[in-house]
C-alpha cells in the first residue's frame, strides 16, 4: 500500500474514525465559511460526525466491492456490519438505513 491509497478503515478505533470525521467536517465548514457560505443556511444539512463515520465505512466497503454501488440487500448486509462491528453507531446505522434504500433481505417479496 502506497502513501497515495486509502487505507481501509476498518480495523480502526471508533475514536480515530470519530476524529478523522470531526477533522473532515471541520474542513468542509471551513471551506464553505472562506467561500461566504452563512452557517445559518448549511449547519443544518451537515451529517453529525457518526454519520460521516458510517458514510466513511460504507465508502471503504463499496471500494472493496470494485467501487459498484450495492443492491438494497448488500446495503442492508454493509450498513448491518457497520454496526456489528461499531455497537456505538447502531442507532445511527438504523437510523440511515432508510435514506440508502436499504432493505432486509427477508423484505426483498415486501
Same mark, same amino acid.
Given at each position: 500500500?502506497?502513501?497515495?491509497?486509502?487505507? #481501509?478503515?476498518?480495523?480502526?478505533?471508533?475514536?480515530?474514525?470519530?476524529?478523522?470525521?470531526?477533522?473532515?467536517?471541520?474542513?468542509?465548514?471551513?471551506?464553505?465559511?472562506?467561500?461566504?457560505?452563512?452557517?445559518?443556511?448549511?449547519?443544518?444539512?451537515?451529517?453529525?460526525?457518526?454519520?460521516?463515520?458510517?458514510?466513511?465505512?460504507?465508502?471503504?466497503?463499496?471500494?472493496?466491492?470494485?467501487?459498484?454501488? #450495492?443492491? #438494497?440487500?448488500?446495503?442492508?448486509?454493509?450498513?448491518?456490519?457497520?454496526?456489528?462491528?461499531?455497537?456505538?453507531?447502531?442507532?445511527?446505522?438504523?437510523?440511515?438505513?432508510?435514506?440508502?434504500?436499504?432493505?432486509? #433481505?427477508?423484505?426483498?417479496?415486501?
Amino acid at each position: 500500500m502506497t502513501a497515495n491509497e486509502p487505507r #481501509p478503515r476498518g480495523r480502526v478505533s471508533l475514536e480515530l474514525l470519530r476524529a478523522e470525521a470531526h477533522q473532515e467536517l471541520d474542513t468542509v465548514i471551513h471551506e464553505r465559511l472562506l467561500a461566504g457560505e452563512d452557517p445559518w443556511a448549511f449547519m443544518e444539512e451537515l451529517p453529525t460526525v457518526d454519520e460521516l463515520v458510517v458514510y466513511l465505512l460504507r465508502a471503504d466497503a463499496i471500494d472493496a466491492n470494485d467501487g459498484r454501488l #450495492p443492491s #438494497p440487500t448488500r446495503e442492508y448486509r454493509v450498513l448491518r456490519q457497520i454496526a456489528l462491528e461499531h455497537p456505538p453507531l447502531s442507532r445511527t446505522v438504523w437510523r440511515m438505513m432508510g435514506r440508502h434504500g436499504a432493505r432486509s #433481505p427477508r423484505r426483498q417479496g415486501a
